[in-house]
């Protein structure tokens, strides 16, 4: 693989800001995803790529001309140690081919809004992973990779169309799948014998899957559970990632045009009735996921496993000594359906190098070597399509008990098209599918009919496309600009941005702040604080702080400070629990919702978060979590003089998240992100001595996303 010189893209003109297809609503949560995949056995991986040392470049410095892409990959089980040297192990090829570029490998789990955070922070990494493309597409948080795709003449038909398609928007394809997982039906062959039932063929239908399952059901008796037929795999409170019954109806979850809902009409309906009134109504088939042992254990007689869990699913075949072995999904009225994976590697707009992103996002993904070691060490399923027969022969010769199995169905299911992705609403899948939730509720606890459900929800999914989405997207997606851009401009335009007039502050719910002269300012915009404050910041008497800064009444947003010195005007050393830093309230008095991350004397970083009161403050050192101890020891006397240092809170969807660097390039996270809820937070820098008649001096500049516009004493001094 011949490394590329010429870019797509130069450095200053990255694509554009135009919106993804799913435009954006603001940040989302998540729905819930499926469970990562369980990886094989550490002497199993261990084996799977052999001996042999794997030569790595000494540790970059500056000035070396080494490039260090950060790549989280998807985490498919076992030590974390030895799944980092196989994964180096199997980058042997890319490095061949990019001499000049290391990569720094983290085993990631699924997490939406953290990877959301670390964006928005400015320090995610070069590749990230997720099986949740949506909040990323519909703010435009990642580089487009079309022009990669033609410029190196990468066919997407080597991938899952499915797959491509929902990574796909107008701004071209975003993502590359991690793998294809996909599904066949598990039946208990030794329940099928004891009930004198016949076995079912491959080119079984639905309506004979259903009969099978209907006279599968036990009744729980004071000797067994119940035993449901089989499982459905669609939640009491909404499809979730398996709307794939719908298209093998003939229908669709999200269906193109003005009106995405119609699951009161043609195929969706008859798809809804099959599923409640015939499956889930009468007991026979169990909503929700499902797991191998719960075949074994006698809750299922049939169900979908998924290639993603094969590995338990071999450990139930020997368990159990159960006569178990795989179907293809029934031939439904729109043909066969399963679900299949939405896993995928991407380039998060603040990649500092897409260009070596890309040639390894293409490594591992278009290419087999890498591949090719993950199903080896991992039995986990490919990306590639050409590679899904040397991964049954690799799953076979791996696992012995799946020799004699009809592993085949899995192969089929991706090389027939019958795999379906998630689908997502076109503006707004997280706030669409919590609206629909209550909804979908009801219907799954019989509390309406099939047609009343699913016309309301038509009406309500239809109601806020046809108003709140396009007014969200013309708002905040079609105009908003890369975030790249965005952190850049921000940093720089700080200075002259208009903040609103500060409301005026009252003694409502605690000690009202106070003007005070101990706060000046600098034309250049570096602030000095004089400050004491007796208790500091505690968690039931509330704050007594000298504070500086302004309001700020957007859901996100990025403020930074830097900490040049501190000193004691009066001589002396500096208090050992001293607070100084950067904190955000929802008001000025002293007992109000706040967060904070401060330098503390000798007591290294420190975070807390004050959810409504001060008697309800979580101190992140109190209540379990462990303080963030700033490296380096005390001098002698036990003080720990504060060297500069940078503050940095990332607020998204009311959580703030808190960081510290020491060169304002590297920043590390300082805790767990603190979910407060502000309306017209304030923002700013803070100082305490914590000890009453000492008085501590801090001086900082730097102030991004805020202004000192507000100088005031909170609390008592």
Known sequence: MPKREDSPMDADRRPDARPAQRHSTGLVPAVPRRAALAGATAAAAAMALGAGPLTRAAAPTRGSGVITLTFAAKNTGGPT???????????????????????NITPAGVDTGAVLVQIFAGVAPDIIYDNYIAPYTQQNLLVPLTPYIKRDQVNPDIWNPAQVSIFTGVSGQMAVPVYTGTMAQMLNYTALDQAGLKYPTPDWTYTEFTALARALVLKQTSQRPQRYGTNLRWNISGPGENAYYLKAFGGALVSPGAAPSQLSQGA??????WMYEDMIWPGVGRPGGAGASDITSGALATEQVGTWWLVSVAQAMISSGLKLDFLPPPIYPGGRGCHCTADFYAIPQVSRHPDQAWELLRYVSAEPEWQRATFRYALLSPALNSLWDEWEQTVRATVPVFRTKQLQWFAQAAQQGY???AEYYPYADG???????????????RQVDVVAGATQLDRMINAFERTAGPAIAGAEGQARITVARYLAEAAKSAGAVTFPTPPEQTAGDGVAPTPTKGITVSSAGTVTMRAQGALGLTRANGDNCSFAGS????????FTARL?????????????????????????SSQAAAVAIWFGGNRGVRVFGRAVSATEMADSGAAGNPSVQVAGS?????????KPGWFR?????NVWTPYYSFDGKSWTQAGPGQAVWFVGAWVGVFASSHQRGTTVEAVFDKLTGFQPATRVQIGNP
């Open 81 to 103: 140690p030895l799944l980092v040297e196989l994964m180096q192990r199997s980058l042997a090829g890319f490095y061949a081919s990019n001499r000049g570029v290391r990569v």
């Open 268 to 273: 969706n309906l008859r798809a809804l009735q």
């Open 419 to 421: 795999a379906y992705p």
């Open 431 to 445: 706030q669409v599918t919590e609206l629909a939730t209550p909804e979908w509720t009801l219907l799954g606890n």
């Open 551 to 558: 309001t700020y009444t957007s859901s996100r947003g990025t």
């Open 564 to 588: 040049v010195a501190v000193s004691l005007p009066d001589g002396g050393g500096l208090p050992n629990a001293c607070k100084i830093g950067l904190m955000a309230r929802a008001n000025l």
């Open 634 to 642: 005390p001098p002698a006397g036990g003080n720990w003089l504060l």
């Open 649 to 653: 809170f990332v607020l998204l969807d």
